[in-house]
């Protein structure tokens, strides 16, 4: 795998920043923020630490194993094609984020309230959900396979 990378602290928005096509382990993206000018097309992240962050970023096709989103505002992420393996969401907020075709397993949704999430053809094994509300949601075409929902609200969504 590549170096250790750390952008913690940076500010990326406006800049072509392309971490397509890397093999990643541990970076520090936390407290950044990055725009939709920002790619990890096809890239292998394990450990990669995004808490506190501002994501507008494409994630299209990437493995990502064991990466840490608490606190992040996901701002049209996109994880379109992507597998996502023991990933925290904790108190994140997704505004226009993209699942489509993404696997994601034994991953954490913790505090979650009135997410804005595109899920079409996701598919959700062994993932935790507490304390979520999912609110005016459409899951299309998307399987639950052992997931467990704890304190959780759903409400006008379609599954």
């Not at 790619?39 to 995004?50: A, D, P, R, T």
């Not at 501002?54 to 990466?67: L, P």
Request: hydrophobic share 35%.
């Amino acid at each position: 795998m590549d170096n250790y990378m750390n952008f913690a602290n940076q500010n990326l928005n406006g800049k072509d920043v392309d971490f397509s096509n890397i093999q990643e382990y541990g970076a520090d993206f936390s407290n950044v923020s990055m725009g939709d000018n920002v790619k990890f097309i096809n890239s292998e992240l394990e450990g990669v630490n995004f808490a506190d962050s501002c994501v507008d970023a494409d994630f299209t096709n990437c493995k990502i194993n064991g990466a840490g989103f608490s606190n992040a505002r996901l701002w049209k992420a996109n994880f379109t094609d992507s597998k996502l393996v023991d990933v925290s969401f904790n108190k994140t907020y997704f505004s226009n984020a993209d699942f489509t075709n993404a696997t994601l397993t034994r991953c954490t949704f913790y505090e979650i309230y009135e997410p804005n999430i595109v899920f079409t053809n996701t598919i959700f094994k062994d993932c935790m959900f507490d304390d979520v509300m999912f609110d005016d949601i459409k899951f299309d075409n998307c399987k639950f396979d052992n997931c467990k929902f704890k304190n959780s609200t759903i409400v006008l969504t379609t599954i």
